[in-house]
């Protein structure tokens, strides 16, 4: 078992930066692989960034250069920087992990119950 708790969210203009963390307890074997998935009023859960215990990632094309997940092993906390935002980035956030990579599908088993993020235009 797993528990993932969201943290970081908030309201930014456009063009700003927000950083959201991801507290993970519980068997750490089976975070192994984490992501941050997003999910907009209407619209379907979809992956935004993923990494895994050695710090391979894996990004969805619409954040690559701007956004940046990486993990503290140690604090088994995950965190996802985000910069230059843009209004449709405005979501729910959240965080998943899991023994196995599924890169960007939702299949992952565990979630956290996520944390908003609102950009203005």
């Known amino acids: 078992q797993v528990q993932l708790v969201e943290s970081g969210g908030g309201s930014v203009q456009a063009g700003g930066s927000l950083r959201l963390s991801c507290a993970a307890s519980g068997d750490t074997y089976s975070n192994r692989y984490m992501g941050w998935f997003r999910q907009a009023p209407g619209k379907e859960r979809e992956g935004v960034a993923t990494i895994d215990s050695d710090g391979d990632t894996f990004y969805a094309d619409y954040v690559k250069g701007r956004f940046t997940v990486s993990k503290d092993n140690a604090k088994n906390t995950l965190y996802l920087q985000m910069n230059s935002l843009k209004p449709e980035a405005t979501a729910m956030y959240y965080c998943?992990?899991?023994?196995?990579?599924?890169?960007?599908?939702?299949?992952?088993?565990?979630w956290g119950q996520g944390t908003q993020v609102t950009v203005s235009s």
């Open positions: 998943a992990a899991d023994r196995v990579w599924y890169y960007l599908f939702p299949r992952y088993k565990y």
